[in-house]
C-alpha cells in the first residue's frame, strides 16, 4: 500500500535531513527496506532510468561496485521515469534489463518519484528546500554520496560520468582510502 503524498510529506518533515537511515523504501521486489540496512557503509544513491542517453552509465556504475564493495561501498539504483518516461518498465523488466545488458548486481529500489508533488521522501531530504543539496534533481542518473554515519556528503549531476576523479575522490575520501 503506497502512502497518500500528504502522509508521505508529513512523514519527510519529521525526518531529520542530517540522517537519511530512518527514510523507509522499499526494494524492487518490494521488500521494506531503509538505509539503516548501509550503515557503515559509503553509498551512491543514483536515479536510474533504462531507455536513456546516461544508461551506460549502468556498466560504470557497476565497475565502481565491483572496485569498491570489498571497502564497505555500494550503489543503489532507483528507477525513475520523471524525466521523458524513460524508465517505464515493471520492475520484473527493469531488473532483467539490468542484469541482461549491465550485469549489474548492486541493488536496485522500487521506482520512486525524485521530483514533483509526489517526490519520494529519501529525495525530498536530499534536494527539497530544507534538503542537504536543495533544487530538483536535473535529469537520470543524478546522484548522491552517502556516507557511512547516513548523511549526504556530496551531489553529482546527471551527465558527470560515475568514474570522473571528482565522484572517485569523493568515494575514496568517504572509505578513507
Known sequence: MKLPTI???AATLSVNA?????????TITG?????TEYKGKVVLVVNTASKCGNTPQYATLEALQKKYESKGFTVIGFPCNDF???E???AGEIQQYCKTNYAVTFPLMEKIHVKGPEQHPLYAALTGKDGTFPGDVKWN??????????KALA???????PDSPEILAAIEKALEL
Open 18 to 26: 542530517a540522517d537519511l537511515t530512518t527514510i523507509p523504501f522499499k
Open 88 to 90: 517505464p518498465g515493471t
Open 84 to 86: 521523458g518516461a524513460q
Open 141 to 150: 542518473f543524478g546522484k548522491f554520496l552517502i556516507g557511512k554515519d547516513g
Open 155 to 161: 551531489r553529482f549531476e546527471p551527465g558527470q560520468k
Open 31 to 35: 521488500k521494506d527496506t531503509s538505509l
Open 7 to 9: 502522509l508521505m510529506a
